[in-house]
């Protein structure tokens, strides 16, 4: 394993001070692992808190400022943040209007981030939490632990942050999450593994002419491995998985994301393949993202997350928005 | 068993976790995100600082303290269910200052009641309750029935290494080996493992 | 070779095809392999043209748009344009205050686009030349096609862009592109190779404990192969060839930038590293990029490139641009 | 030699190419970027279907019009110099409809100054020019000598291999390998290796 770090155990700390170095946008506490917008908390604003395992970036911390989050908490690699990460950054940002957690929805994540809300409301700071779980490939049944939480989560971030920070109360951003969420539709393919740091080695190895369908973003290995494909396959059976599982029509929001280490090249060719598919299954693509907004590590692979988007989401989704990793109107 | 022998207990998980770190990431990345033995290892190497920072005086509060950090440091799935085990065991033997094997049975009775109500996994699901119930059940049985602490001890741990075993052929309803339907199936799940792991250090604890 | 793709023929314009799907603030020539910005040609403008081989996206046609490139020109991975295109982009975005040719020091690319030059001006279309040649790996000496250009093209693509939009003259324009690039240096490192697709295979195959020093952008071996080190010895490595070559002090503008497979995590680490031994130094990080921008397939790697900046240049730097790849200020 | 024999050498040229694409490629991937190969197949396939769909009628117009398409086609370094090379070549063969050995090796002298002119390289900086300029001045000297046209070229194919060779362990000073210093040394140029491959098809068609 080569990897541009000091240590595995101090990566996420030693990417937090380049962060903090990078954004004067961002104010870093690198203590308590709290990545803040620099203005937090703000007076009469819903708060806005994300957080998850490290290794997604920019998720989450790239989309801290105006118009999105207003704080982040990264856990180590893949490992969801602790519960005081998360009480730390909801008291920060709490402006008296209450705080939306945005959650991914993984046993971890869930768990922490109901231990932390169910002590941040002994404290009497009001807290509501937007639980994303997108991700088609997985089914959300008894047998499992619910779908995943992927790429919209990036949507429910941007939409969410734009409602808050037009004046909304805690229950009508946390509504606007939950019907991004409710429109929004992910599924991940991946063409090779990742390689956890502290691990040292890939999670899963692929043949040369494998890849694996219905992947996370945790280097999980996927529902099926299968025989390496064009791209035009890839996107087609992306964009179908997800049409099966919630019919598309009319305009969408379309992310084409790439898990770490695709080059921007490859997520192009991925995005015209996509675009034509859906205008196939009649649907439009409004607005698109391509490029990398929720990653795993350094796993080559894309993954496709549709929103169908309502008027209100799409001036939600065009408003402005000044991020590290996100930024327009301003 | 006093709180020196329950502080004993950790430093035993916190060398077999470390020991077995390699082994945990690995189960883990058959089935999940390859993170379980850094977890741990992160997690019960802060539990025992924070127990030699400040070294609580009863069982319980050992435990109850074990069981904090370990929410304070580890995050994941296992971090929340592990420390809500401890702490819930923790509660249980109270402010005693010494306790029996049919307290500590009743206590670990309570740990995994906890971790059944926190991520409400049944036996049978495929995590660390297929290993933690049966030896709960185990030590209970076996104090029950007179035997010496070393022995009830024993048998609790063989009772975590057959609910272990027992999960492998099993699909996975529970936690991240879940998204993997079928393919979860002829795994060890790493959460079993690493009970198996906890319990072999009392175990190991209690006949040193 | 798993790659996102159709056919290793098909990459380019089938990425071309995605541009022009994601971006509806570009015009895309797919015949002529021409990316626009939708506006050009501008009137009264001088017009920017930039171009090279393709596989180091965004540059260049995810930095056409407003305030930097009027136009684009991809060649195939790792060639140079040919001179049709270059002519067809330079008549295309001439709104009648010339163009500048902004082109990176390699035997391919500075033929080429002569040889278009050449041809512009005997249709009697103003067209000057700025060459970048920053990276210190490389001696300028008559051992060498002289220094390669690569980081710093993005530099002198913004600022020259943004006082083109300012509406400064062609010689102007060309005047201020060759200061950023006098002033400004790159260096990088490679820890794997990348793999071109028509090649099929990794350019070079490196150990598990080997890195190459001195790399340039296409994958060709660095100056020198070296054991694995700590990000720390790498970002300092790096600083230091620039700090040799050209002494660091004052306000600096400083890209640390991933070479296509690397995580944005591990580019925060090295960030982290580059500022304080740009701080230990002398110099400032008075502003920064993190993230991929001028980059080599799917290599997993960084370049440092760090401009001594002036107050004009920071104004420049500063001011807004609306292109795919870098946007700020509208 | 008349349009037929240089239509058809440009088609042995592209056969070649086809053929050794691979082997250029990985010359290139040794001190270059691995285009060399693809750069050239485009090339010469796209000369061929220029060829094909507008047969010139003289040896100068088939040599021009594979420069002009090169150039159009190819890009890289490549792309302008062996474009260069062929238009001059065909500039100095004029219109005569058929064109004598010696008028060849006129030209082909004056394609080795167009290359030389545009891309700056000497002899012995470990480029095409190192196999491009001893071919040159073999076949004039073999031509000069009295040898026929076969063995002229047969000379011309050799002195092009030997100076491909000779280039082997020289430091790159031009084109891209000048960037990897004395890391060049050692490794075949895959320009000059691409020249044999042009001149081999020469005396290939001529003897045919
Ligand atoms: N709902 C649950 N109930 C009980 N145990 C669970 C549950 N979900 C996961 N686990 C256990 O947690 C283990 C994984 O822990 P770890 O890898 O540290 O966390 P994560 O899954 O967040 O990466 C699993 O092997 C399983 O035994
Ligand atoms: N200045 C030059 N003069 C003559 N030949 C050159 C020069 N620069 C490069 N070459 C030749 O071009 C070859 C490389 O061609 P190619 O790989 O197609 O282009 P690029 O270097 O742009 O990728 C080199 O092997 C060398 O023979
Ligand atoms: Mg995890
Ligand atoms: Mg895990
Ligand atoms: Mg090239
Ligand atoms: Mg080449």
Same mark, same amino acid.
């Given at each position: 394993?080569?990897?541009?770090?000091?240590?595995?155990?101090?990566?996420?700390?030693?990417?937090?001070?380049?962060?903090?170095?990078?954004?004067?946008?961002?104010?870093?506490?690198?203590?308590?692992?709290?990545?803040?917008?620099?203005?937090?908390?703000?007076?009469?604003?819903?708060?806005?808190?994300?957080?998850?395992?490290?290794?997604?970036?920019?998720?989450?911390?790239?989309?801290?400022?105006?118009?999105?989050?207003?704080?982040? $908490?990264?856990?180590?690699?893949?490992?969801?943040?602790?519960?005081?990460?998360?009480?730390?950054?909801?008291?920060?940002?709490?402006?008296?209007?209450?705080?939306?957690?945005?959650?991914?929805?993984?046993?971890?994540?869930?768990?922490?981030?109901?231990?932390?809300?169910?002590?941040?409301?002994?404290?009497?700071?009001?807290? +509501?939490?937007?639980?994303?779980?997108?991700?088609?490939?997985?089914?959300?049944?008894?047998?499992?632990?619910?779908?995943?939480?992927?790429?919209?989560?990036?949507?429910?971030?941007?939409?969410?942050? +734009?409602?808050?920070?037009?004046?909304?109360?805690?229950?009508?951003?946390?509504?606007?999450?939950?019907?991004?969420?409710?429109?929004?539709?992910?599924?991940?393919?991946?063409?090779?593994? $990742?390689?956890?740091?502290?691990?040292?080695?890939?999670?899963?190895?692929?043949?040369?002419?494998?890849?694996?369908?219905?992947?996370?973003?945790?280097?999980?290995?996927?529902?099926?491995?299968?025989?390496?494909?064009?791209?035009?396959?890839?996107?087609? +059976?992306?964009?179908?998985?997800?049409?099966?599982?919630?019919?598309?029509?009319?305009?969408?929001?379309?992310?084409?994301?790439?898990?770490?280490?695709?080059?921007?090249?490859?997520?192009?060719?991925?995005? +015209?393949?996509?675009?034509?598919?859906?205008?196939?299954?009649?649907?439009?693509?409004?607005?698109?993202?391509?490029?990398?907004?929720?990653?795993?590590?350094?796993?080559?692979?894309?993954?496709?997350?549709?929103?169908?988007?309502?008027?209100?989401?799409?001036?939600?989704?065009?408003?402005?928005?000044?991020?590290?990793?996100?930024?327009?109107?301003? | 068993?006093?709180?020196?022998?329950?502080?004993?207990?950790?430093?035993?998980?916190?060398?077999?976790?470390?020991?077995?770190?390699?082994?945990?990431?690995? #189960?883990?990345?058959?089935?999940? %995100?390859?993170?379980?033995?850094?977890?741990?290892?992160?997690?019960?190497?802060?539990?025992?600082?924070?127990?030699?920072?400040?070294?609580?005086?009863?069982?319980?509060?050992?435990?109850?303290?074990?069981?904090?950090?370990?929410?304070?440091?580890? =995050?994941?799935?296992? =971090?929340? #269910?592990?420390?809500?085990?401890?702490? *819930?065991?923790?509660?249980?033997?109270?402010?005693?200052?010494?306790?029996?094997?049919?307290?500590?049975?009743?206590?670990?009775?309570?740990? !995994?009641?906890?971790?059944?109500? #926190?991520?409400?996994?049944?036996?049978?699901?495929?995590?660390? !309750?297929?290993?933690?119930?049966?030896?709960?059940?185990?030590?209970?049985?076996? !104090?029950?029935? =007179?035997?010496?602490?070393?022995?009830?001890?024993?048998?609790?741990?063989?009772?975590?290494?057959?609910?272990?075993?027992?999960?492998?052929?099993? *699909?996975?309803?529970?936690?991240?080996?879940?998204?993997?339907?079928?393919?979860?199936?002829?795994?060890? %799940?790493?959460?079993?493992?690493?009970?198996?792991?906890?319990?072999?250090?009392?175990?190991?604890?209690?006949?040193?």
């Amino acid at each position: 394993m080569k990897k541009l770090i000091n240590t595995a155990e101090s990566m996420v700390t030693d990417a937090l001070a380049g962060m903090a170095a990078a954004h004067p946008g961002l104010r870093v506490d690198a203590g308590n692992r709290v990545v803040y917008r620099r203005s937090a908390p703000e007076r009469g604003k819903v708060g806005l808190v994300s957080g998850g395992g490290s290794g997604h970036e920019p998720l989450h911390g790239g989309f801290v400022g105006y118009g999105m989050l207003d704080a982040a $908490c990264p856990g180590e690699v893949f490992t969801s943040p602790v519960p005081d990460q998360v009480i730390e950054a909801t008291k920060g940002v709490d402006g008296g209007a209450g705080v939306l957690h945005i959650v991914k929805n993984y046993t971890g994540d869930v768990l922490n981030f109901e231990m932390a809300a169910e002590l941040c409301a002994e404290e009497r700071l009001e807290v +509501a939490t937007v639980l994303v779980n997108d991700d088609v490939a997985v089914k959300d049944s008894l047998y499992t632990a619910g779908r995943r939480g992927t790429g919209a989560t990036v949507f429910v971030e941007k939409i969410a942050g +734009a409602l808050a920070e037009a004046g909304a109360s805690l229950a009508e951003v946390a509504k606007v999450g939950e019907e991004v969420n409710a429109r929004s539709r992910s599924f991940g393919v991946a063409l090779t593994s $990742c390689t956890v740091p502290a691990a040292g080695k890939p999670t899963f190895e692929l043949e040369e002419s494998e890849i694996e369908l219905g992947i996370g973003i945790h280097g999980e290995p996927g529902r099926t491995r299968a025989p390496a494909a064009p791209a035009r396959d890839l996107a087609r +059976a992306a964009v179908d998985a997800l049409h099966d599982d919630m019919p598309l029509s009319g305009d969408t929001l379309v992310m084409v994301n790439g898990m770490g280490g695709t080059p921007l090249i490859e997520l192009y060719v991925v995005y +015209a393949e996509v675009a034509a598919r859906l205008r196939e299954k009649g649907a439009t693509p409004a607005r698109s993202l391509v490029g990398n907004y929720i990653t795993s590590l350094d796993m080559q692979g894309f993954s496709v997350t549709v929103c169908r988007l309502t008027d209100e989401l799409t001036r939600l989704w065009d408003a402005p928005v000044e991020t590290p990793a996100l930024r327009w109107g301003r | 068993m006093d709180a020196a022998f329950f502080t004993a207990w950790i430093d035993e998980i916190a060398r077999a976790v470390t020991a077995g770190r390699e082994r945990l990431t690995r #189960l883990d990345a058959a089935i999940g %995100d390859a993170d379980h033995g850094a977890n741990l290892d992160r997690g019960f190497t802060a539990v025992r600082e924070a127990l030699a920072a400040k070294p609580p005086a009863t069982p319980g509060a050992v435990l109850t303290l074990a069981g904090t950090t370990l929410i304070r440091k580890v =995050g994941g799935a296992s =971090g929340p #269910l592990y420390g809500t085990a401890l702490r *819930q065991m923790g509660a249980a033997l109270g402010s005693a200052p010494e306790v029996t094997a049919g307290e500590l049975a009743a206590a670990l009775e309570a740990g !995994v009641a906890g971790v059944r109500k #926190l991520g409400g996994a049944e036996e049978g699901d495929k995590t660390m !309750v297929d290993a933690l119930a049966p030896a709960a059940r185990a030590l209970t049985a076996a !104090v029950a029935g =007179g035997l010496k602490d070393g022995e009830a001890l024993a048998a609790a741990r063989a009772a975590a290494e057959e609910g272990a075993r027992t999960a492998v052929p099993l *699909q996975a309803r529970k936690g991240r080996a879940s998204y993997l339907g079928e393919r979860s199936a002829g795994h060890e %799940d790493p959460g079993a493992a690493s009970t198996v792991l906890i319990l072999t250090a009392l175990h190991t604890t209690a006949t040193r």
